[in-house]
């Protein structure tokens, strides 16, 4: 079974992701098991999916978070793909899907992500990391989620800026 | 001065483990260099036309003798003994080795200096007033917002891979001399009625391929609102700028797409859910900041008498009485003055300044300015807090060392990006272009008396010379592979900034001193005698000029 980083570990990656279909959303058939679907498939299937707790969503970089609406609370699973690694939308969705809409679950960054951006990710709410078929070293990679151990601003997992906690 | 604590040591060296792993892994094959290119960037290592270049952040322009010294040892050491002043009050190596930069960011977090986001898509060094904390124009000292903005923005977990780069100027002066308006976000600090500190917000300014002056989308940003506020126009950025065209991608074309007023209205609706946030920043924060831009040890003296010796000096000395007028200016507290060194001697690239310079701006520095000097946006280096009665022995050292050309804000205080001859974005060269006009104008008293005027060249459209805010811009284009040169009137960095008018069309480089000259013939012959060479441009327009450069030759 392919592996991803979860929470600073090493796992097997349970879930199946779910490409954008070519035909329309509301024809596609989405399998049994764990499945991350696209956006499209979600917005036009929910009433069925949303009966089911083995089904996440994928946001393309594009695609902003809001477009989830209320799912966010329920949904297990939230994926933010990458098109491009330097297409940094997607930390500003990780923000906005923890901080602001309270979302619990696994957000997963997908696609053309790198070992590099792990840190910032995590920092701003990213739990998990399926790098996809690049050829990525996980044992080494992991180690790049704590590249750094302190930080000037507030984000998700500091809620509070340097300044309110410094101590000289 | 800002002082490192042990946080900021420790998040300075973690930066530095991470890119020395990344370098490691770029030169073992294991990181492909488009990946490593922005990670490069945001340490300031760019792949050049002959070479790495290596910009090292100088945060809002201010540095010490401890630094100047040891950047000083790094040019003999990883380079070839000199450096380079850019517009945005930076310092660039220009011949590296790129093995050598993680050793390179080590030697310089020895003296709490970095090359944090000093380039790529994110937000870059702050810039601000060169005389801040010293002019009499000041309304207040923008040094500890610099600061605070400046530890909020460096490894910003949001903001890393933005659209494009990201510039913020900050001033605190009546007279704007940050040019803030031409910034992605430009910070005017004032004072309300109530006589409470904040900020007016101007956004999407820009010089570049689509030159833009900033709008303005707050009036009075309370100071402890600062925060938030920026986080909040970052965000709008980082989601609805755009990504498909580099050249589409700055946040001037966003606002101008979504027109100023509906942008501010998104900022606003953004900053709504976080204006109560941890952002907000605290009396003790603002306290803090402020602890380390406190007033030097001045000495209270007698301005007058001071003056008195100095005006006697003058009388009989032409050379300091012109290097007093164009290179001192008056400072706030009496007895003391702020004097600008010039990089721009004839013959030497405009900002360039050697290992041995460095060295002795910093024993100047020790021995007349409390141990501080400062970059500016003209590429000049500051001695701030000089004592009026040391002025005439200063002026005979900066003499030996070259930095007393008395050309502070004159014709031949030219601006100059590094062009053709180091970077590998350029059309042309700007630097033999800046050297041939000097030469062109090289008597002294010929251009005193031409006044102030700002003459600034960039090599491409990418307009790292501010060609576009200079009185006389001069921009380096491609003709089918030669260098030609685009002369444009009428710019302006000051509170009315403007962008200047192209003149017509380009010249060869051989042209150019004497375009120049037909320029300020034209301004000569009609000027009043209170004119400078903006005022009697804007008073005749292009066309006066416009004929005299391309009059036939009858
Ligand atoms: S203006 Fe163009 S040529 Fe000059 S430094 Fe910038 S990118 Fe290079």
Redesign the interface.
Known sequence: MPKLVKDGAIVDNEWTLMAKPEDAPEAVEVPAGQVIVPLSVWQAQQEKLQTRNDIGVWLNSDE?PEALQDAVQKLPLIALHFPL?????P???A?LLRD?YGFKGELRAVGHV?R??M???R??GVNAFDFGDQDINLEEAVK?LD?????????HDQ??????R?V? | MYKYDQYDNKILQQRIAQFRNQMERFLAGELAPEEFLPLRLQNGLYIQRLAPMLRINVPYGMINSRQLRHLAYITRRFDKGYCHVTTRQNIQLHWPELSDVPDILAELAKVEMHCTQSSGNCVRNITSDQFAGVTQDEIVDPRPYCEIIRQWSHFHPEFAFLPRKFKIAITGSEQDRAAIQVHDIGLQLVRSDAGEIGFKVYVGGGLGRTPVIASLIREFLPQEQILPYLEAILRIYNQLGRRDNKFRARIKILVRALGPDVFAQKVEEEFEYMKDGSNILTEEEIERAKSFFTEPPYETLDDASAQAQVDAQAADNRAFSKWLQRNVRAHRVPGYSSVTLSLKPTGVAPGDATDRQLEIIADLADTYSFGEARTTREQNMVLADVKKTDLFELWQQLKQAGFATPNIGSLTDIVACPGGDFCSLANAKSIPIAEAIQRQFDDLDYVYDLGDLDLNISGCMNACGHHHIGHIGILGVDKKGEEFYQVQLGGSAANDARLGTVLGPSFGADEVPEVIQKIIDVYVENRTDEEQFIDTYQRLGNQPFKERVYAKAS
């Open positions: 902003a690694f330097s297409d940094g939308r930390f500003s969705s923000r602001r790198i590099d951006q840190c910032y990710l920092r701003c790049s590249d750094f151990t302190e930080y000037y601003q507030a984000s809620p509070l800026p340097l300044f309110r410094r000289s």
